[in-house]
């Protein structure tokens, strides 16, 4: 198909109007309204229940899942649960911990690699405030990822889906991080130990730590600027791959009529150190990139109703992150947001992918260039 069927949902950018769930440990991210941050209340009870359907019309009828790339909205031709948890989140004045247990196809497919016990885990983690005159706290535990603007919430998004970008980096991490924000509300700073690139459980082989970092400025409140970072590896300590990945994004006005979200992920893994046929190890020399690009607008066209479009692009020719040798793909969506009541919300997004044919190995959507899917959902807080 020549025509683009672009598609995509607007963000609750009703991010405002639905009930949040709390996180004791974020950042103002901009994809949150400041009634995220949990007030010094004690202890806090909140859930979320996602269901969706996508129909994939490139895909057989019969294939039941989507393609490898996609860790949200995977499954083809029937309605299912994306994401549902129930938190309970604790904050004092120098004390707060969150603990939420999650199921749904996103756990299924983004902790597959994970240990059985932990694979049901959306978040555990307690902190202290290190300073009474400041606002900086050392956590540790489980986290969803401070790097990047989408997270798992879909409600939270700007769009029903996710971009590849997002889905290809970390939606949590493992380890601790040190917060700090400004006073005047402006500037955000984090540092983290982690054990990995979205790894609870540490790669076998792979000695670590490794270190993620976040710089948010927030000169307005119609601008959000960020630069996140992750210093590590996702390979065995074996092949000396280190893995160098970095996040940029701009939001701009966030909650105004019309906004736009301007992203771009870079990132580099050190080609492998490899046998010659001997016991003699070569380093490979260089380093495989990987880089996407990706533009969100939206916009607000009633008090209940918005509407979204997204463009991006993500080049992987060497198959670090998406595990498909020449991955060149374009991905073009189009979405409709209402807001059924201050606490659901529906959305409908259409989307197309158009991939450049790899020479060697064919096209990359089963036979053809494209692939072409219209998804809804219906988003439940409390």
């Not at 995220?36 to 294939?63: Q, R």
């Not at 004045?93 to 299924?108: D, I, W």
């Not at 969803?144 to 980096?169: M, P, Q, V, Y």
Request: with cysteine.
């Amino acid at each position: 198909m020549k025509t683009l069927i672009t598609a995509l949902v607007i963000t609750s950018a009703s991010c405002t109007a639905l009930a949040q769930t709390t996180d004791t440990t974020a950042v103002s991210a901009p994809t949150q309204a400041q009634s995220d941050v949990a007030p010094n209340s004690g202890l806090t009870i909140a859930g979320y229940v996602e269901a969706y359907y996508s129909h994939d019309f490139t895909l057989a009828k019969t294939t039941p899942e989507r393609p490898g790339f996609l860790y949200n909205h995977r499954r083809n031709r029937e309605v299912n649960i994306n994401l549902a948890f129930l938190k309970a989140a604790y904050t004092s004045e120098r004390v707060r911990g969150n603990l939420a247990v999650q199921v749904g196809n996103y756990a299924q497919y983004n902790y597959a690699a994970e240990q059985e016990l932990t694979k049901n885990i959306f978040e555990a983690n307690a902190g202290v405030k290190l300073s009474k005159n400041h606002d900086l706290w050392l956590d540790a535990g489980i986290f969803a990822s401070h790097i990047g603007f989408e997270s798992a919430i879909s409600k939270d998004c700007w769009t029903l889906t996710r971009s590849i970008l997002a889905e290809n980096s970390p939606y949590y991490l493992a380890g601790a991080k040190v917060t700090y924000n400004a006073g005047n509300g402006k500037l955000t700073l984090l540092g983290m130990v982690t054990n990995g690139w979205q790894r609870i459980r540490k790669l076998d082989g792979y000695s670590g730590p490794s270190i993620s970092t976040q710089v948010q400025y927030r000169p307005s409140p119609m601008l959000t600027l960020n630069w996140s970072s992750f210093l590590g590896s996702d390979r065995p300590d074996s092949l000396k791959q280190g893995r160098f990945f970095n996040n940029f994004y701009a939001i701009i006005n966030p909650a105004g009529r019309f906004g736009v979200t301007l992203g771009f992920d870079v990132g580099s893994d050190r080609k492998p150190v490899l046998r010659t046929g001997s016991d003699a190890r070569v380093d490979g020399g260089g380093s495989y990139i990987w880089y996407s690009p990706v533009v969100i607008a939206r916009y607000k066209t009633s008090d209940k109703s918005y509407v979204n479009g997204r463009v991006e692009y993500y080049e992987d020719k060497n198959a670090v992150i998406i595990g498909i040798p020449g991955f060149q793909t374009m991905g073009y969506s189009l979405g409709y947001d209402y807001v059924i009541m201050p606490n659901a919300l529906f959305r409908v997004e259409g989307k197309l992918y158009d991939s450049k044919p790899n020479a060697s190995a064919g096209p990359i959507f089963e036979g053809k260039r494209g692939n072409t899917s219209l998804t809804t959902s219906l988003a439940v807080s409390f």
